[in-house]
């Protein structure tokens, strides 16, 4: 190997690694939140990452962008219609978003890995709030680079920070107290001094 080839492969390998090491660090946002046994991490205000910048396809081929729910606490749900957890805790979700919706709550889906047709049969007669299309699982990392788990779900509070992350399937009686729990929420007078971003921010 010469030396300009050796060069020009240190230089690539010590850029991969400060790459590697970056995602390192956004995959752990959730190191300084309370992590409970049974799957669900709770942020406070200052450690809650930021999302921005999440758009995509409705499955009825609208077009979503996350901004649109700007001052609302948006609910996002990751969910496909060959899950069976998942079509045991849609009509819970349905039910938190009905009870919750008066309260400037959003509600929106991302269905991944998925086909529209059996995306669209399966929500309905079961959720009323819209889905995003997403057949390469690729909006869930815009969302929170940690996001593996289908179905899982997010808490998003009014400055678009994940202030709660559930790892499986949820219910009534957990979701509807954590979503009015962070509606009620006092928002800031001014904005932090810091915020941490996941991967679909600016």
């Given amino acids: 190997m010469t030396v300009r080839r050796l ?50 396809e409705l499955l009825d081929g609208a077009a979503y962008d996350l901004a649109s729910d700007a001052g609302k606490v ?20 349905e039910k938190t978003y009905q009870a919750t919706k008066a309260k ?5 889906g991302v269905n991944n890995r998925d086909d529209r047709d059996s995306a669209v049969n399966f929500e309905r007669g079961r959720v009323t709030y819209p889905s995003m299309f997403d057949p390469d699982a690729k909006l869930a990392i815009k969302f929170d680079p940690t996001q593996a788990t289908t179905p899982g779900t ?26 009015e729990r962070v509606a009620a929420e006092a928002l800031p007078t001014a904005p932090p001094a810091t915020q941490k971003r996941t991967e679909g921010g600016a």
């Fill in 154 to 179: 997010l808490i998003l509070d009014r400055q678009g920070r994940i202030a709660v992350a559930i790892r499986r399937a949820t219910t009534l009686a957990e979701l509807q107290p954590l979503v």
């Fill in 7 to 56: 060069l020009a492969v240190t230089v690539a390998a010590v850029a991969a690694a400060g790459l590697l090491a970056g995602c390192g660090e956004d995959k752990n946002w959730a190191k300084n939140c309370a992590t409970a046994g049974n799957q669900v991490i709770e942020c406070e205000p200052a450690d809650r990452p930021q999302v921005t910048g999440v758009t995509g």
């Fill in 104 to 108: 400037e709550v959003a509600f929106i």
């Fill in 74 to 93: 948006v609910v996002v749900n990751f969910w496909g219609s060959w899950c069976p957890p998942c079509r045991a805790e849609a009509d819970d979700l």
